[in-house]
């Protein structure tokens, strides 16, 4: 599979993709469960675009989310949503059930029981889950999950805020992808790459023209 670069796309600009792409995994990808906070949401997402994970899985059972629309959230959404994949599903069973069928496992996150983020092996293929602001993962989806790991702390509070627990887990991800040893069982296929690489070329040129394009093959709701 060829790619093919649009006239208008830079040089510089086709480097740059080509970079991005070099680096991105779906090996290891995000779940939400409910988490209504939009800020939350996007903060999210440009901690995944910053570390090179494209799929955001997104489930949504309860209560609206919360839908604020400052500038600045405004401004996150335009900055980094456009690069991450994002999978939509209002039923946790069957988004579950779609991520088993891919060959993932499920780590819930718990404060202070499990195992240690430093001990989990990232090079797994993984979906790291992560629940609501109030409530934590639920209970179906704590049945769910294969393992549950904790991040350690020190201080008086016993948790942290969902972006912050997420940035820190990716982070820990990241650091075990550098492992130079390891990268070549992360990254994307070859066939992977040049597909991904077109949508981001895609993307590119309709930020020139003023459009938006939505990463494909974002997986639709399902009831």
């Known amino acids: 599979m060829d790619k093919v670069v649009p006239a208008c796309i830079s040089a510089a600009r086709k480097c740059k993709i080509d970079a991005v792409v070099s680096m991105?995994?779906?090996r290891i990808a995000v779940l939400l469960e409910d988490v209504h906070d939009r800020g939350n949401e996007n903060a999210i997402i440009r901690t995944m675009d910053a570390f090179g994970f494209q799929n955001l899985h997104v489930v949504?059972?309860?209560a609206p989310r919360e839908t604020r629309s400052s500038r600045k959230i405004q401004r996150t959404d335009k900055g980094a949503r456009?690069?991450?994949?994002?999978?939509?599903?209002?039923?946790?069973?069957q988004c579950v059930a779609h991520l088993r069928s891919q060959g993932?496992?499920?780590a819930t996150?718990?404060?202070g029981s499990g195992t240690g983020i430093q001990r989990v092996n990232f090079n797994d293929k993984l979906v790291l889950a992560f629940g609501n602001e109030q409530l934590g993962i639920?209970?179906?989806l704590a049945q769910l999950s294969d393992f549950n790991f904790s991040?350690?702390?020190?201080?008086?509070v016993e948790s942290l805020n969902v972006s912050?627990?997420?940035?820190?887990?990716?982070f820990q991800a990241f650091a075990q992808r550098m492992d130079r040893h390891q990268q070549s069982s992360q990254g994307l296929t070859s066939d992977e790459k040049t597909h991904l690489a077109q949508e981001f070329y895609h993307q590119s040129l309709a930020d020139l023209l003023g459009a938006r394009v939505v990463l494909a093959p974002g997986q639709p709701n399902v009831s």
Do not use: E
Request: proline share 5%; charged share 10%; net charge positive.
């Open 104 to 106: 993932y496992m499920i």
């Open 138 to 140: 639920s209970q179906k």
């Open 24 to 26: 991105r995994t779906t």
């Open 82 to 93: 456009k690069w991450v994949t994002i999978h939509n599903w209002n039923c946790l069973d």
């Open 164 to 170: 912050v627990a997420v940035a820190v887990t990716l």
């Open 109 to 111: 996150t718990h404060p």
């Open 60 to 62: 949504s059972t309860m």
């Open 151 to 156: 991040i350690p702390m020190c201080g008086f």
